[in-house]
Each structure stands twice: as structure tokens, then as C-alpha cells.
């Protein structure tokens, strides 16, 4: 069996590509994306470039970054210099330059030492998807969700991820040792009140590190069903719906336990 190749390792749904008129690798081929999700790497030799969907991809603009970030950016690419690089025409980094709000997974209840005004400061999303994702370190296991949400104009959001030793369950049931499922909690809060009382409903985008996972100790994958040397584990992702004005949240459930169906998650953990 196979390990998967990268482009099936990282998922992006932020490439939006403007205008290709070619392909590259001819004389005049170039193509422009408006945004596009990047991670930061910094080779042994100090060069940064930014891993993409589309590649990874090398500027002047990248190497003022930081590595092991997140950011969105638009970019030309004009052409390539072999093995998946190319270096970029122009990079505009989006959002000011400033890198996507990251948060680590946690293993306590977000509400533990996270810096909220207050416990009662728990806010809900109308709805939550997953933007872009890596069953392996493609992208340093960083998961972009995208979701919108009605809060007062100047508030601060934070997104959390959370995995509750606890309560591994889904609709379906107890998730039990040796299962290889995992599921992971996202909850927002409310940093920052502003001062508005006016309403706004936007969207937003957060990142959550996900690494710690495959050696913190508070899950163990199961190779006891595989001669190959890595196992597949799916992953739903949990959050609470807004509904109504009055009305309780609605417990929601992204992915699927079927590997290679649609909106199916997964990381990759490798035997030791």
C-alpha cells in the first residue's frame, strides 16, 4: 500500500485562480491567484518559500514572513524552477501581512487558562467548514477552518481546538480504544468586548496546530489491522450551531469515518 501523494495530503479550497492562459513550462505561460492558503518553511540554508496548493512557492515577499505560519497570500507564477518550485513574478500577503490567528490543540477545556472575559463568553457559528488540511507535517499539521458567525462589531473571537479525552463520541456512539477515530472540539470565545452594541455578521478564518496529537500520549493508533508501517485515522470535528434567538445550539459534526469518501479527514500517524 501506497502512501498518499502530496497534492491528496494537502486539501485547499482558498486557490482562486483569475486567469490562466497557459501552462507552465511554455515560453510565455503564467497564471494568477487572487488567494491562496500558505505555510511558511524555512530551508536548512535559511531560504524561505511558501507551501501551496499549487506549489511551493519562492519571493522576496516570502522571505520577510515567519516561518512555521500561516498566511493567505496572491501571487503570479511565471515559471518554475523544477520539483514542485516556482518562483513568483510578485506576492502580495493579504490581511495586512499579518500571519492567520493560531491556536494549539489543547487537551484541558478551553475555558482553563484561556484569557476569556468570562466563562459564560462562549459564542456559537451559524456554520464551520475545513479550508484547507495535511494528513501529515505538508503544511506543519495546521488545519484552516473558515466559519461565520453574528457577534457585536468590535468584539475579539478565538477559535480553540480541544480534544476531550472524555467524551470521544459522535452521533453514532462511543468511539472506543482501538478504533482509530479521533474527535476533535472547536469552541469559540470572546477575548476582547468591545464597546459597539451594534450586531455584524461576517466570516472569519483560524488555524489550529494539530501535531502534538501523534505523541502527547492521550491517543494511540492502532497498526495491529495493517502490514504497512502507517495508519490512516479519521477525524470528525465537533461544534456547537447557532439555530435560533432563545434557542439551544445544535451539536454539529464535520467529516466522515469512511476514508475516500466525500468530506472524509484524516492524519497519518507513522509506526516508531
Known sequence: MKKTSLLKLFCSVFSMMLLMPSCLGDGDSSF???????????DGYGQKYAVTFNGNIMHDAIGKLTADRCYFIGYKLTNTMGNGFYNAEYVNVLDNGNAIAREFLEYTKPYENSGLINRNDTITPTNVSIAAWSSGPVIGDNWLIAYNMTKKEQDEVKAFFYYDTTNQRDSEGVINKGDNRIVIDLRFGIT???????????????????????????????????????????????????????????????GNWQLGSNNAYYIQFTKQ
Open 32 to 42: 494568477i491567484i487572487e488567494k491562496d492558503f500558505a505555510y511558511i518553511v524555512s
Open 192 to 254: 476582547d468586548k468591545g464597546t459597539s452594541d451594534n450586531n455584524m455578521t461576517n466570516s472569519f478564518s483560524a488555524v489550529g496546530t494539530l501535531a502534538s496529537i501523534r505523541n502527547s500520549g492521550h491517543f494511540t493508533p492502532d497498526f495491529s489491522k495493517t502490514s504497512a508501517d502507517f495508519v490512516n485515522v479519521p477525524v470528525k470535528f465537533r461544534y456547537q450551531r447557532y439555530t435560533a434567538s432563545g434557542q439551544p445550539a445544535s451539536v454539529e459534526y464535520i
